[in-house]
Nanobody, 128 residues
Framework: QVQLVQSGGGSVQAGGSLRLSCVAS????????MAWFRQHPGKEREAITT???????TYSDSVKARFTVSRDNAKNTLHLQMNSLKPEDTAMYYC??????????????????????WGQGTQVTVSS
């Protein structure tokens, strides 16, 4: 049984930084595509970044150059370092995982319905 447990988040002023973490249990190996999504109130969930089993990361335009995703396969941990935060980054953030090829992870990662495992979510609030 795979479980994802998130930590981090909170409130920060615009321009500040926050770090989110996601610890996975139940992984049988490292062949999981791991991603971060976020959801603004009243809007659909948005894929913002993914990282494949070899550490290749892809970002949405909305967070590129400000957010950095990383993973530690030995510890089954995923991180999201968020810098230069903006009020529009305010949202509930979720980590997600799916067993997949690296090709799928790098090309089709935004399809949220495919992800079978989700963290509980953590709120990030950025004030102006």
């Amino acid at each position: 049984q795979v479980q994802l447990v998130q930590s981090g988040g909170g409130s920060v002023q615009a321009g500040g930084s926050l770090r989110l973490s996601c610890v996975a249990s139940g992984f049988t190996d490292s062949s999981y595509c791991m991603a971060w999504f976020r959801q603004h109130p009243g809007k659909e969930r948005e894929a913002i970044t993914t990282i494949d089993s070899d550490g290749t990361a892809t970002y949405s335009d909305s967070v590129k150059a400000r957010f950095t995703v990383s993973r530690d396969n030995a510890k089954n941990t995923l991180h999201l370092q968020m810098n230069s935060l903006k009020p529009e980054d305010t949202a509930m953030y979720y980590c997600a995982a799916v067993r997949s090829s690296r090709k799928w992870c790098n090309e089709s990662w935004k399809t949220d319905r495919v992800y079978g495992y989700w963290g509980q979510g953590t709120q990030v609030t950025v004030s102006s």
